[in-house]
């Protein structure tokens, strides 16, 4: 290769890029070939004899605990950035 000029090494490395794009534009512009036979029919899915069984999540009186100590909390940090960011002013 020491033997080769450099310009031939350019026009070589130029035909190799050209080679390269229009064989990735024909492999991205090739349109898929819809199938000779048609799918079978899809089978609808066998219905479930029983009925589904709700369970309830939470009794009241948790919920409304949690809720409230969470607006506790929320207060509370509200009532501590008011303290502080109204103290840099």
Known sequence: MALVPWDVH??????????AAVAAALFTTARRR???TPPPPKTPPAATPLPA???????AP???????DL???VSELASDLAKRYGDES
């Open 10 to 19: 350019v026009k070589v490395g130029q035909l190799a890029a050209l080679a």
């Open 71 to 73: 607006c506790t909390c």
């Open 62 to 68: 948790t919920a409304t605990a949690a809720i409230t």
């Open 34 to 36: 819809p199938p000779t």
């Open 53 to 59: 069984q709700v369970v309830p999540c939470r009794s």
